[in-house]
């Protein structure tokens, strides 16, 4: 299998070979369509490390939405993600009872159990929450009454019912017992995520120095109003060690603070996630007996309030607008959806780039001046899962 376009780094037409899952060679082309408009460019995968659900299908049990509304069939998911240009994924499960986690955690391994080509997609599973803050702004749509301390006995349970996949946990470290709760997971080979906190600065470099390595859309789940400084935001944007995943969806962040956060962070060290939700894609209107609107921006909110309630764009939508609202060149910006999410989750040496031997997980795509990515085709471990009509 082969396919060509531009490299996005450096800019030059390049024919990918791809041989047993692997990409076997990347060698110089010739533009056969001549000088396009709208080129098509050629990257690793993108990887989207936090990923609840979209188009009203949900990797949650009970989340989200009335039955009427919201779906627990993961293949129409998967084929939204891929049309997406996420060739790889993290599904996210979000804070709610014991039972429905581990329900979800259930459906989710015994799918990728059942098809090998959505096993490849799957790098790992994202649990966010439920050990997180239960105040008001930091906890965001997280239920209340879901949210407690870390429970060590039960997060196995948890990882016993998705068969190991668990590769990242956002919590509080504020969380009683948050500190020692951090060491065991970072022993396991979890990366540890801080989100949806309201912690001192001193717990934060306690956390971190625990073996958190990842803030959780930062800037996002977090109070309306804090201290200038010091604050959370400010400690987390300060620490070396900490990777950082941002929403770059045009509504969780303003333009002015995404360019500040890649410039403090570095494309290093940030992640582009999309963090969509099953109401993400749906048609504007009211949903979930009222509770959540989606509006005609794609913006989702909680009915009658300013207050996001989710996201509503995958990375298609999140990768541009990030090229837009930063001065990132778009090797950074695509490395930040790629190389990036690749490293966190420990894959480096096998995905996030376009080179001889690494896993060939490939995203084709045009570039447009404004608006969303065109996703020409989504390549998983050396099988072509999308291709855009033509």
Same mark, same amino acid.
């Given at each position: 299998?082969?396919?060509?376009?531009?490299?996005?780094?450096?800019?030059?037409?390049?024919?990918?070979?791809?041989?047993?899952?692997?990409?076997?060679?990347?060698? @110089?082309?010739?533009?056969?369509?001549?000088?396009?408009?709208? +080129?098509?460019?050629? @990257? +690793?995968?993108?990887?989207? /490390?936090?990923?609840?659900?979209?188009?009203?299908?949900?990797?949650?049990?009970?989340?989200?939405?009335? *039955?009427?509304?919201?779906?627990?069939?993961?293949?129409?998911?998967?084929?939204?993600?891929?049309?997406?240009?996420?060739?790889?994924?993290?599904?996210?499960?979000?804070?709610?009872?014991?039972?429905?986690?581990?329900?979800?955690?259930?459906?989710?391994?015994?799918?990728?159990?059942?098809?090998?080509?959505?096993?490849?997609?799957?790098?790992?599973?994202?649990?966010?929450?439920?050990?997180?803050?239960?105040?008001?702004?930091?906890?965001?749509?997280?239920?209340?009454?879901?949210?407690?301390?870390?429970?060590?006995?039960?997060?196995?349970?948890?990882?016993? *019912?998705?068969?190991?996949?668990?590769?990242?946990?956002?919590?509080?470290?504020?969380?009683?017992?948050?500190?020692?709760?951090?060491?065991?997971?970072? =022993?396991?080979?979890?990366?540890?995520?801080?989100?949806?906190?309201?912690?001192?600065?001193?717990?934060?470099?306690?956390?971190?120095?625990?073996?958190?390595?990842?803030?959780?859309?930062?800037?996002?789940?977090? %109070?309306?109003?804090? *201290?200038?400084?010091?604050?959370?935001?400010?400690?987390?944007?300060?620490?070396?060690?900490?990777?950082?995943?941002?929403?770059?969806?045009?509504?969780?962040?303003?333009?002015?603070?995404?360019?500040?956060?890649?410039?403090?962070?570095?494309?290093?060290?940030?992640?582009?996630?999309?963090?969509?939700?099953?109401?993400?894609?749906?048609?504007?209107?009211?949903?979930?007996?009222?509770?959540? =609107?989606?509006?005609?921006?794609?913006? /989702?909110?909680?009915?009658?309030?300013?207050?996001? *309630?989710?996201?509503?764009?995958?990375?298609?939508?999140?990768? +541009?607008?990030?090229?837009?609202?930063?001065?990132?060149?778009?090797?950074?910006?695509?490395?930040?959806?790629?190389?990036?999410?690749?490293?966190?989750?420990?894959?480096?040496?096998?995905?996030?780039?376009?080179?001889?031997?690494?896993?060939?997980?490939?995203?084709?795509?045009?570039? +447009?001046?404004?608006?969303?990515?065109?996703?020409?085709?989504?390549?998983?471990?050396? =099988?072509?899962?999308? %291709?855009?009509?033509?």
């Amino acid at each position: 299998m082969k396919v060509s376009g531009k490299h996005y780094i450096t800019g030059d037409w390049v024919t990918v070979s791809i041989a047993e899952g692997r990409i076997a060679s990347v060698v @110089a082309a010739e533009n056969a369509a001549g000088e396009e408009t709208q +080129p098509v460019w050629i @990257a +690793p995968g993108f990887c989207d /490390i936090q990923i609840n659900g979209y188009g009203g299908y949900d990797f949650n049990i009970r989340a989200w939405g009335g *039955a009427d509304e919201v779906s627990n069939e993961l293949d129409p998911l998967f084929a939204l993600l891929m049309r997406s240009g996420a060739a790889l994924f993290c599904p996210t499960i979000t804070t709610n009872s014991r039972e429905a986690i581990c329900a979800a955690m259930g459906n989710l391994a015994g799918k990728l159990n059942s098809d090998r080509r959505i096993e490849r997609a799957v790098p790992g599973i994202h649990l966010e929450g439920p050990y997180i803050s239960s105040v008001d702004g930091p906890r965001g749509a997280h239920p209340l009454q879901h949210v407690r301390d870390p429970d060590w006995d039960e997060f196995r349970r948890f990882q016993d *019912a998705a068969e190991g996949r668990i590769k990242i946990c956002t919590l509080a470290p504020e969380r009683e017992g948050a500190l020692p709760f951090i060491e065991r997971l970072t =022993e396991s080979g979890i990366t540890v995520a801080l989100g949806h906190t309201g912690a001192t600065p001193e717990t934060i470099r306690e956390a971190v120095r625990a073996g958190a390595r990842l803030s959780t859309h930062l800037g996002n789940g977090a %109070h309306s109003q804090i *201290a200038r400084h010091p604050n959370y935001i400010w400690e987390q944007l300060a620490a070396d060690e900490l990777y950082a995943s941002v929403i770059p969806d045009g509504h969780h962040l303003p333009a002015a603070v995404l360019k500040c956060f890649a410039r403090s962070k570095g494309p290093e060290r940030l992640a582009l996630v999309s963090d969509a939700v099953s109401l993400g894609g749906l048609k504007p209107g009211l949903y979930a007996e009222g509770r959540y =609107e989606v509006l005609q921006t794609g913006k /989702i909110v909680l009915a009658g309030t300013p207050y996001l *309630a989710g996201a509503g764009h995958l990375l298609d939508v999140c990768v +541009p607008h990030m090229l837009r609202s930063t001065d990132l060149t778009l090797a950074e910006v695509i490395g930040c959806a790629t190389a990036i999410p690749a490293r966190i989750l420990g894959l480096e040496g096998r995905k996030g780039h376009l080179r001889p031997g690494y896993d060939a997980d490939l995203t084709l795509f045009r570039l +447009p001046p404004s608006g969303p990515l065109t996703i020409v085709e989504t390549i998983c471990g050396g =099988e072509s899962l999308y %291709h855009r009509p033509d």
